[in-house]
């Protein structure tokens, strides 16, 4: 990948980012997270308990299970893996290692994935797990993924 990449100073935050394998999508926001967007909203924050959550879905606990019901109102299922599949997006979600949701990313029809690094920038990037990382502040493992039918 080329264009502009993450600072080096933001690359220590994401031991597997490298500049080959991410290019900048967009500028620094504080507008809307990861969360929001992998569901396709730049318009607002998405946190449970303490940003916009979807009605109808559990915010309490703060668990994996928050975050399926959030995407499964979407209309969103759990699958296997990220491998792309024609005909579907795919989102994955991050976990940290304490248990608690931390991230989520968005496969493009390219195969590569998106991601919003907090109120840094978007990004693209090679693989989902490129965003992956066990340390204090990373974002941990993918470790569920969702579908749904991409739209025509």
Same mark, same amino acid.
């Given at each position: 990948?080329?264009?502009?990449?993450?600072?080096?100073?933001?690359?220590?935050?994401?031991?597997?980012?490298?500049?080959?394998?991410?290019?900048?999508?967009?500028?620094?926001?504080?507008?809307?997270?990861?969360?929001?967007?992998?569901?396709?909203?730049? $318009?607002?924050? #998405?946190?449970?308990?303490? *940003?916009? /959550?979807?009605?109808?879905?559990?915010?309490?606990?703060? %668990? =994996?299970?928050?975050?399926?019901?959030?995407?499964?109102?979407?209309?969103?299922?759990?699958?296997?893996?990220?491998?792309?599949?024609?005909?579907?997006?795919?989102?994955?979600?991050?976990?940290?290692?304490?248990?608690?949701?931390?991230?989520?990313?968005?496969?493009?029809? $390219?195969?590569? #994935?998106?991601?919003?690094? *907090?109120? /840094?920038?978007?990004?693209?990037?090679?693989?989902?797990? %490129? =965003?992956?990382?066990?340390?204090?502040?990373?974002?941990?493992?993918?470790?569920?993924?969702?579908?749904?039918?991409?739209?025509?």
């Amino acid at each position: 990948m080329t264009h502009h990449q993450l600072t080096s100073q933001k690359l220590i935050s994401f031991p597997r980012l490298v500049r080959r394998n991410h290019r900048v999508t967009s500028a620094e926001t504080d507008t809307y997270n990861c969360i929001a967007w992998a569901a396709g909203d730049t $318009t607002r924050w #998405w946190w449970p308990r303490t *940003g916009y /959550w979807p009605a109808g879905t559990p915010d309490d606990p703060l %668990d =994996v299970g928050s975050f399926i019901a959030a995407y499964a109102s979407l209309g969103y299922v759990v699958c296997a893996d990220g491998a792309l599949e024609e005909g579907f997006e795919k989102i994955a979600i991050f976990v940290h290692p304490n248990g608690f949701p931390t991230h989520a990313a968005l496969q493009l029809e $390219t195969g590569y #994935w998106t991601s919003k690094l *907090g109120t /840094w920038e978007d990004i693209e990037h090679t693989s989902e797990h %490129d =965003v992956e990382g066990n340390c204090q502040f990373c974002y941990g493992d993918a470790h569920t993924y969702m579908r749904r039918s991409r739209a025509t």
